[in-house]
């Protein structure tokens, strides 16, 4: 038996994906990609009107979800249901985010909780409630994407570096949990990724998140971080990218970055 002939028959001969986080960046992107790729994509975010935007770009379904919220992911059960028939090859959780710079001392705590309940238990959330349909696909795949900032600590990062240091670990876990199944775990994590929002969302001024930029040659792309996703999805089920981390070439940890004057 290949593993074509393990995708659900109500999907026909395209895999299905729901993608979080889709009204930008990463999630816009690997809505796009995958669609591109042949994919029946349910593309989820908060903000309704650049979801419809992307529906009407890329032909993807769409459904207004709060990952934070039980009733709001309530509903993607019974859309994954409707669209679907109760099957799913794959979620991918791009849906979260940074607040602020300040050093632990000085730490809002207003922004250390919307950054767990994002990053973490958004995910949760997400994963508790679709797993039975994944798991009725018998061909199935959890992606996280997290950061290196799960991986390595950074000056004015800790609420950022424990929350998804958290996502992260919640990865490992449900890899050990579902191991014996045919539900493949898989985390990327990229480095510094220009998108219009992340930085600007983090910091809350515009000139503040264009100099995080200033200098460096190339940071990565949603389109990049998209690209990353597809494959780690679309390889033979047998294969397992445990962990990618996808950086820009200028860029060899998440504190040391080559910045050229004048650029």
């Excluded at 990062?157 to 050990?176: D, F, Q, T, V």
């Amino acid at each position: 038996m290949t593993d074509s002939d393990l995708r659900p028959a109500s999907a026909g001969s395209h895999p299905t994906a729901v993608v979080t986080g889709a009204s930008s960046g990463i999630g816009r992107a690997t809505a796009a990609r995958l669609v591109a790729d042949g994919w029946r994509v349910l593309a989820v975010a908060r903000r309704q009107e650049r979801l419809e935007e992307l529906a009407a770009n890329t032909g993807c379904d769409i459904l207004a979800v709060d990952v934070t919220d039980d009733d709001s992911v309530a509903r993607l059960v019974e859309r994954v249901d409707e669209l679907f028939g109760g099957t799913l090859n794959s979620i991918v959780h791009v849906a979260g985010g940074a607040l602020g710079v300040e050093p632990a001392a000085e730490a809002d705590l207003d922004h250390w909780q919307r950054m767990y309940d994002i990053n973490v238990l958004g995910a949760v959330r997400v994963t508790r409630a679709l797993l039975p349909a994944v798991r009725a696909s018998r061909r199935g795949d959890v992606l996280f994407v997290t950061s290196v900032a799960a991986h390595e600590a950074y000056e004015g990062g800790s609420g950022y570096n424990a929350a998804k240091a958290g996502e992260h670990m919640l990865a490992r876990a449900l890899r050990l949990e579902l191991n014996g199944e045919r539900i493949r775990v898989i985390e990327v994590a990229p480095g510094m990724v220009h998108t219009e929002e992340f930085s600007l969302v983090r910091l809350g001024d515009q000139a503040a998140a264009d100099k995080v930029y200033d200098g460096v040659d190339k940071p990565l792309t949603a389109d990049d971080c998209a690209d990353v996703i597809a494959y780690a999805l679309n390889a033979p089920h047998h294969v397992n990218l445990d962990l990618v981390t996808v950086r820009p070439l200028a860029q060899a940890a998440a504190h040391k970055v080559a910045r050229h004057q004048g650029v």
